[in-house]
Structures are given as structure tokens and as C-alpha cells.
């Protein structure tokens, strides 16, 4: 922040309005008629995927093509970066990491172009194309109705409401001093712990990351932070337990998620792995944090100061190239990745036993801490270090139940509350190779692969128990 900056009311009320919107928005629940509740947002993106879906062409829905077009645009680019290098891409920093990203997502994008013209031509073996273990699956989750599509497409240009205005800031300055007396982190962290849970986890570690390499954390303060304060976004979340159908109780789905967080988040710091990692700054750089607070200066007025900053610099277009920014980044590079090695997981684990067997263990926990149908369920444990929507689609099986007076309807196989404590325990997981994973495994953080597998069965093990405690006091599914 300028050290010039005046506070204005105007700027103040700025903050407080947009971010009083972004957060009734994000956060607001609402009745929807058949006695269950959603966001206001929730409203807009089951009307746009049904809008998107009444136009049918060759049994597709419009959306469908959408997101078939998106894919095979972002494979032909990344194409064209690694071979052509046009000057408009090398040039442009965001561009460049969009399309000429790790040799994964390369791959990645080849496979989801596959998949996405296999699905609608109908060509390949039936273990892809597969309508409930395979592509087919997959690309309906994507293009459905209430798939990704639509959510993504509303949320893109929503987050930069909840993010760019301020309210990130405010909280991050009031949550200082607990951060480093619970966490032993810096402040400023705080402000990474805000990035994540109002915009993603992606957006998290890309903030640590740019703080550890300008010298504002050493090595233990960046990893410590990717691996406890980065986990999935308040939208994603919704969209999890929207998709699991736990939208009615999301609240204490997200607050239950929270609690275990924070509590993960106190302990892991202070133990093995995190705790070997040396305290130092990149030695290029050197430390470059200075953290005193202004005298004679309330940490309220501190925080509203820097929020009307923040705000005042806001504007339209602004939030406008931020929401394009968002859905670049989403369907250029994160729907692929879903669609690719979503389709991949299934198949293994549909078509193989690995994922039940290097399950046991879990489904051996859940059984002793009393979750319904653990052994069934155990795989959903573990499939989220690869992607985290994994575990999602492996608890959303349903079938046809007959119901007097309703007839035949859909319902859930799987048990309310054992979706309720995976799901929640999928987001508490943090580490996915498919997003955050990569960014790490690609920056001066000192983690390598074997720290974050070992980091993500040790969250898992000490997740479990809270969140089945907290669920077994709290829900009263």
C-alpha cells in the first residue's frame, strides 16, 4: 500500500458494499421450494446449465460443445506454444503459463481432446466411453446440467466480486497476530490463507510462492503454508458438497471443514516433515519482511485502511479481465486435467482392484471410527491426491428407489453421513497433485513428491477422527 494513501470514505464504502455483496453472493443461503436450501449464486448456475442444456443438437447440449470447442482450442494452442512459440505468447506471462505449462498438463490436454470427440462420435472401447465409469461420466459431471461448466462459467466472473475488494485484506490484517502465535507463520500469511479460501488453492501456493522467492518466507514458512492454508476455495466447495448432495447443509459441512483445517494446521508445522525443513530465506534474495504495525494506529483502523486501498483501485474492467483471467485458467487448463485423469481414475478403479488395495488401511480406520460402508468407500480416501474432485465422483453413485405417493426417484448409495465426513475430508486433504501439486513440484519450495505424498496420508490420518467427531456432535443427518 502507497504510503501516500488518504483515506476516503467513499473508498470505505466501496469495500464494504461489494464485499457485503460478494460475501451474501457466495455465502447466503436461500430456500429453493422443495425444502432444501442454495446460494444465490446456486440460483444462477442451475438456471444457466438448464438454459445451456434446453438447446439440443445430435442428443448434445449446447454445453457440451462449449466445452468440447475450449478443449480442443487450449490442446491446438499448447500445440502451437511448444512449437511454434508465437512472439504474442512467449511475451505474455500469463499466456505463457496457460499454454505452455508443464509437460503434464500437455498431456493431459492431448488425452481430454481424445476423450471429449470419442464421447460424442461414440468411437473407442466401452471402458471409456463408459456412461458411469468412464468419459461418459466424466464429461456429463463437466457438461451437465449442474456440471462444472456452468458452475465455472458463473463463478469466474463472481470471485473476482468477493476477492478484489478489499475483503481479503481486512480479515488478513485481523488475524495476524493468531496466525503467528497458532501457526508460527508471518502475518502476512494470512493473506494466503484468504487467497485460498475465497478464490482457490491454485492462487494460494502462486501467493506463496512469489512471497518465497521475494524473501518474505523462508523455505519451512512456504511449504508450511501450501500444504495447511491452500486448500479448496469456498465456491469449490460448494461446488463438492452441491455435487454430493449436501447443498441443504452446507454451512456446517464448510464449518466443520474450517475446524479441521485450523486444528491441522496448528499441529503439522510443529512435527516431521514440515518441521526438518530449514528456516532460511532463497539466499539471492535474503529476508525481506518487515511486519511492525503502525504507531498509535488501531489494528481495525490498520485493516480498513488497507481494504478502502485496495478497493479504490478496483474497478470494472478490472473485475472483468480478473473473471477472464479465472476462466481461462479453468477451461484452458483445470476442465482438461478433470476430464483426463478423472477418466483414467475411474477406469483403474471400476476395472481394477489398486485403488482397493492400497485403500485397506483406510477403510480399516473408517470402520473402527464407525463410518457406514467404509471398505466400499475407502478408495474415495486416497483418489483425491491425484485430483481433487476425484473423491466427489466416486460418492455421487445413485439409484432408482420406489417411493409411495413419489414413484421411482433418484437417491444417494451411499450414506448421508459417510458422505458428509469424505467429502469433507477430501477438501481438508489440500494436496492434489492436479492443482496445487504441479505448482509446488515447479517452484524453489522445498517439497518434492515424496514430502507431499507423505504430508497427504498424514493429513488423511489425522483428519478422519476430527471430522468424524465433529460430524457425529454437529450433524444431524
Not at 222 to 242: D, E, G, Q
Request: with cysteine.
Amino acid at each position: 500500500m502507497s504510503k501516500d494513501y488518504k483515506l476516503q470514505s467513499k473508498h470505505v464504502v466501496k469495500f464494504a458494499v461489494v464485499s457485503a455483496i460478494g460475501i451474501f453472493l457466495f455465502m447466503a443461503l436461500l430456500p429453493d421450494g422443495d425444502g432444501s436450501f442454495n446460494i444465490p449464486l446456486g440460483f444462477v448456475i442451475n438456471w444457466l446449465g438448464g438454459v445451456l442444456n434446453s438447446v439440443v443438437i445430435n442428443d448434445f447440449g449446447l454445453i457440451y460443445y462449449i466445452a468440447a470447442i475450449l478443449i480442443t482450442v487450449s490442446f491446438i494452442m499448447t500445440v502451437i506454444a511448444w512449437t511454434v512459440k508465437p512472439k504474442f505468447i512467449e511475451d505474455n506471462a500469463f499466456l505463457k503459463g496457460l499454454f505452455k505449462s508443464h509437460p503434464v498438463y500437455f498431456v493431459s490436454k492431448g488425452i481430454a481432446v481424445a476423450l471429449v470427440w470419442m464421447v460424442y462420435f461414440g468411437l473407442g472401447p466401452d471402458m471409456i466411453l463408459d456412461q458411469w465409469d468412464g468419459a461418459g461420466l466424466m464429461m456429463d459431471l463437466i457438461a451437465g446440467s449442474t456440471g462444472l461448466m456452468a458452475i465455472f462459467i458463473v463463478l469466474g466472473i463472481s470471485i473476482p466480486i468477493l476477492t478484489d475488494f478489499g475483503i481479503m485484506e481486512f480479515l488478513g490484517v485481523l488475524v495476524r497476530k493468531i496466525v503467528r502465535f497458532l501457526f508460527t507463520l508471518p502475518g502476512r500469511s494470512s493473506i494466503d490463507l484468504m487467497g485460498s479460501w475465497f478464490s482457490s488453492s491454485a492462487a494460494g501456493v502462486i501467493i506463496t510462492r512469489d512471497q518465497h522467492e521475494k524473501g518474505f518466507y523462508t523455505g519451512r514458512e512456504a511449504a508450511s503454508i501450501c500444504v495447511n492454508f491452500t486448500f479448496v476455495s469456498l465456491p469449490f466447495t460448494f461446488v463438492v458438497a452441491n455435487f454430493i448432495g449436501l447443498n441443504a447443509e452446507f454451512l456446517l459441512f464448510y464449518l466443520i471443514i474450517c475446524i479441521t483445517v485450523i486444528i491441522l494446521a496448528v499441529i503439522m508445522p510443529r512435527i516431521w516433515p514440515l518441521r526438518g525443513i530449514k528456516d532460511e530465506y532463497l539466499p539471492d534474495v535474503g529476508k525481506q519482511i518487515e511486519e511492525d504495525p503502525e504507531p498509535n494506529v488501531s489494528l481495525f483502523s490498520q485493516a480498513t485502511r488497507l481494504a478502502a486501498y485496495k478497493a479504490s483501485g478496483t474497478t470494472v474492467s478490472s473485475v472483468v479481465k480478473s473473471g477472464l483471467s479465472n476462466w481461462l485458467s479453468i477451461f484452458m487448463d483445470l476442465i482438461p486435467f478433470i476430464l483426463a485423469w478423472g477418466t483414467i481414475a475411474l477406469v483403474v478403479n471400476a476395472r481394477t482392484p489398486f485403488f482397493d488395495w492400497v485403500s485397506l488401511p483406510f477403510g480399516f480406520f473408517m470402520s473402527v471410527l464407525g463410518v457406514e460402508y467404509a471398505m466400499e468407500y475407502a478408495p474415495a480416501t486416497i483418489v483425491g491426491f491425484f485430483d481433487m474432485f476425484l473423491p466427489a465422483v466416486l460418492l455421487s453413485g445413485t439409484e432408482e428407489v420406489y417411493i409411495a405417493g413419489y414413484g421411482y426417484v433418484e437417491e444417494f448409495v451411499a450414506p448421508i453421513t459417510t458422505r458428509f465426513i469424505i467429502g469433507a475430508l477430501s477438501i481438508v486433504q489440500i494436496i492434489y497433485l492436479a492443482e496445487t501439486g504441479i505448482l509446488i513440484l515447479k517452484s524453489k519450495i522445498p517439497l518434492n513428491i515424496g514430502h507431499l505424498a507423505i504430508l497427504f496420508l498424514m493429513r488423511t490420518v489425522f483428519a478422519l477422527p476430527i471430522i468424524v467427531l465433529l460430524t457425529r456432535i454437529l450433524f444431524r443427518g
